[in-house]
């Protein structure tokens, strides 16, 4: 067996014929053989945007509490650590390679995907580390995904859009039937969409779920730069902004704050600790503003939904100068719909090919943009490196950058950033 991270990870890749399959089938006999049964409460996050951001908070915030927080997440920007955390660290090359090899002892015969391989790592380390309270991002959809092998405390959608249709299906009814599956009788099922897919509350009603709409039963309202979070007859007022840019991040603030005050009684939360945790949040790529001349946005936004909140942003941000984009996105996403959402905000565009399998080549992308805008200047490049670089040179000092279209994009820029800029 590999004996470095890098060796496991190579492993991973080449163990099941399909990077994704959908089924709880192979992971959950590994899970029995393993005997991973946590005592922990988990709270299980699904959604087609905000997934990650409503994990980063939640995590802050009980860390904040004084909480041993384990963080399970996906996809990872630069490094595989990032997507297994405890007490707000990355976790260890070492500590994964235990975790993989205690996956491999038990498997046997069984061939999981690197998701599934990873999710079950994930919860032996948080098990092994003595975790008070576990955060698990779903990777895809929810009723068949890895994480949903695990039995949770409480459940949260974000919200839900038209992302990963060859596996989810067309539409947001079938998405949204796909994402509840992760809802339990009696558990509290949170969704922070607020128009729903009908299929969402139906499911919750069928099986029993307790269910918590934003907008009916929590909600938010903001003003002078603070916000308020209600929950029945609960009221938390002046609580500041998330330490993230956008006004959409306040209905996975409030997903968060519903889903402590739902288990406020296993894991109390003072309302300070909340404020704290608020402002503490550390996530890469969520509209993340690198200050300088020019200024530098990394945005994963990689489907419409996503992108109209980086319209909105970038609508709100201020700048004198243009806005350059350096672009490069997946060949399955719906490229067309975020261009669409974010073309009027855009000046000139620096496309690149991604150096992945299902990346899109700049060719692809160039056809895509001269279909919405004919007339709007778009320079193509191989690597999403020299898009980059081009961009910088172009840019003049009342400019701004804005890096976006998947997580690979945002990643290619992240490791040649200037490390003294600072992350705003």
């Known amino acids: 067996m590999p004996e470095t991270l890098a060796g496991w990870l190579a492993w991973l890749e080449r163990l099941h014929p399909k ?13 029995k053989r393993m005997g991973l049964q946590p005592g922990f409460p988990i709270i299980t996050v699904a959604g087609t945007n905000g997934k990650g951001s409503t994990c980063a908070m939640l995590e802050s915030i009980l860390s904040e509490a004084g909480y041993r927080v384990g963080c399970y997440t996906s996809p990872h920007l630069l490094r595989y650590n990032e997507r297994v955390r405890v007490a707000c660290q990355d976790v260890e090359d070492a500590a994964l390679c235990r975790a993989f090899s205690a996956v491999e002892a038990a498997r046997s015969e069984i061939p999981l995907t690197y998701f599934e391989y990873g999710t079950l790592a994930a919860v032996w380390h948080f098990i092994q580390s003595g975790v008070d309270v576990a955060v698990l991002e779903v990777g895809l959809g929810g009723r068949l995904d890895a994480v949903n092998a695990f039995d949770p405390s409480c459940t949260i959608i974000t919200s839900i859009g038209l992302d990963h249709l060859d596996y989810l299906g067309n539409s947001r009814e079938s998405i949204g039937r796909e994402k509840a599956g992760i809802y339990r009788k009696n558990i509290p099922a949170i969704c922070g969409d607020p128009e729903p897919p009908s299929t969402i509350p139906t499911y919750a009603s069928t099986i029993g779920a307790d269910y918590h709409q934003i907008g009916r039963d929590f909600g938010f309202d903001s003003k002078n730069g603070q916000w308020n979070f209600w929950s029945g007859i609960t009221r938390m ?3 500041p ?3 993230l840019i956008g006004n959409f991040q306040l209905y996975n603030a409030a997903c968060t704050l519903e889903a402590l005050r739902l288990l406020s009684e296993r894991l109390p939360v003072s309302q300070e600790q909340i404020a704290a945790g608020l402002q503490h949040i550390q996530l890469h790529g969520r509209f993340e503003l690198h200050a300088g001349s020019p ?5 994963v936004a990689h489907n419409p939904h996503a992108a109209h909140g980086l319209a909105e942003n970038l609508r709100r941000g201020t700048v004198t100068g ?15 719909g975020v261009v669409r959402e974010v073309v009027d905000h855009i000046d000139a565009w620096f496309i690149a090919g991604i150096s992945h399998a299902r990346g899109a080549d700049a060719d692809q992308l160039a056809k895509v943009l001269h279909a919405e805008m004919p007339q709007s200047p778009v320079k193509c490049y191989e690597g999403v490196a020299e898009a980059f670089s081009q961009a ?5 000092e009342n400019d701004r950058i804005v890096v976006f279209g998947s997580f690979y994009t945002v990643a290619d820029v992240l490791r040649i950033l200037p490390p003294t800029r600072d992350n705003n």
């Not at 990077?19 to 899970?31: C, D, F, M, T, Y």
């Open 19 to 31: 990077s994704i399959a959908l089924g709880l089938k192979r992971v959950n006999e590994v899970k």
């Open 237 to 239: 007022a002046g609580l």
């Open 241 to 243: 902004p998330p330490a």
């Open 295 to 299: 200024s530098v946005i990394l945005d």
């Open 322 to 336: 243009r806005t350059l984009a350096v672009f490069a996105m997946l060949a399955d996403k719906d490229i067309g």
């Open 392 to 396: 910088c040179q172009s840019a003049g």
